[in-house]
Antibody
Framework: EVQLVESGGGLVKPGGSLRLSCAAS????????MNWVRQAPGKGLEWVSS????????YYADSVKGLFTISRDNTKNSLFLQMNSLRAEDTAIYYC????????????????WGQGTVVTVSS | DIQMTQSPSTLSASVGDRVTITCRAS??????LAWYQQKPGKAPKLLIY???SLESRVPSRFSGSGSGTEFTLTISSLQPDDFATYYC?????????FGQGTKVEIK
């Protein structure tokens, strides 16, 4: 079964750090661009960051640039998000998501999502 | 950054209704537009990619169309399982943006 499972969320004080992980299974993880998307309580979806299949490219939303770092370990089929200097506005469910490929071409859409991990930034 | 504006924000409809949701982009996207369905407490589910391609195992009552800056998601005959929130998403130049969402409610 194709699956993504996030972990590492929790309660952290403003200014603190957290490292999220996403474990992939059931597909060739190393071939896919992977992403983090978040959703604040009662709000819509916000793309956070993307990393190419071999780590060849990395992109961030302006809201997290310089604060968050995305990485991956293809030997362990894992995706990570290091979050530093956390603020209350970073409180959200964080999803990892796989970019869909069609005929080996990236589509820009996200076809596989994890169940999400909750990050709460509060004193 | 490209801004995505969905309309309406909320839609009240009955089972069997034809439903259309619109997504407008602040600049041309070509066909890099996707649609997702999200139910409370669940992760989003991909419905449509590249404007009009139906994701596998998604019912054919869902369809997408459009180009440039205006795109639509149509549900041809609303079913009880379709009451949810729908998001459009654009991809262009290595930045992704979602619309604010459209909640489809039971009338």
């Amino acid at each position: 079964e194709v699956q993504l499972v996030e972990s590492g969320g929790g309660l952290v004080k403003p200014g603190g750090s957290l490292r999220l992980s996403c474990a992939a299974s059931g597909f060739s993880f190393s071939r896919y661009t992977m992403n983090w998307v978040r959703q604040a309580p009662g709000k819509g979806l916000e793309w956070v960051s993307s990393i190419g299949s071999g780590g060849s490219f990395i992109y961030y939303a302006d809201s997290v640039k310089g604060l968050f770092t995305i990485s991956r370990d293809n030997t362990k089929n894992s995706l990570f998000l290091q979050m530093n200097s956390l603020r209350a506005e970073d409180t959200a469910i964080y999803y990892c998501a796989r970019e869909k490929y069609s005929d080996y071409v990236p589509t820009g859409a996200f076809d596989i999502w994890g169940q999400g991990t909750v990050v709460t930034v509060s004193s | 950054d490209i801004q995505m504006t969905q309309s309406p924000s909320t839609l009240s409809a009955s089972v069997g209704d034809r439903v259309t949701i619109t997504c407008r982009a602040s600049q041309s996207l070509s066909t890099w537009l996707a649609w997702y369905q999200q139910k409370p407490g669940k992760a989003p589910k991909l419905l449509i990619y590249e404007t009009s391609s139906l994701e596998s195992r998604v019912p054919s009552r869902f369809s997408g169309s459009g180009s440039g800056t205006e795109f639509t998601l149509t549900i041809s005959s609303l079913q009880p399982d379709d009451f949810a929130t729908y998001y459009c998403q654009q991809y262009k130049t290595y930045l992704w943006t979602f619309g604010q969402g459209t909640k489809v409610e039971i009338k």
